[in-house]
């Protein structure tokens, strides 16, 4: 799980480069991405996952789809923060 995190927080930190206002990383797991407490704008929130995914991939060898049916029809959104995304790409990952 640290190894995870530990990606999306990399991925977070070059993608803030190209921000207005980068994602505020100060809470840890956590920091908002996604919802009314973020500041991320849809193609930005696009952008980023679709980094996320593939820093993921090349790291474990495993091509994923975060953004898919299973995703949207959870009661709490596993892209809410960075812990919560990390568990679903943990989840995703031991699935096989």
């Known amino acids: 799980m640290d190894k995870i995190l530990g990606l999306i927080t990399k991925e977070i930190h070059g ?8 994602i505020n990383l100060d809470k840890g797991k956590e920091s908002v991405l996604f919802g009314r407490d973020s500041n991320l704008q849809s193609i930005d929130f696009v952008s980023l ?11 474990y060898g495993k091509e994923l789809s975060l953004v898919d049916a299973r ?3 959870q009661k709490n959104s596993p892209f809410r923060t960075v812990g919560s995304l990390a568990e679903y790409i943990n989840e995703i990952l031991k699935e096989d």
């Open 71 to 73: 995703a949207m029809s």
């Open 49 to 59: 996952i679709a980094s996320i995914e593939q820093a993921v991939s090349d790291e």
């Open 15 to 22: 993608f803030n480069k190209t921000l207005d206002t980068p």
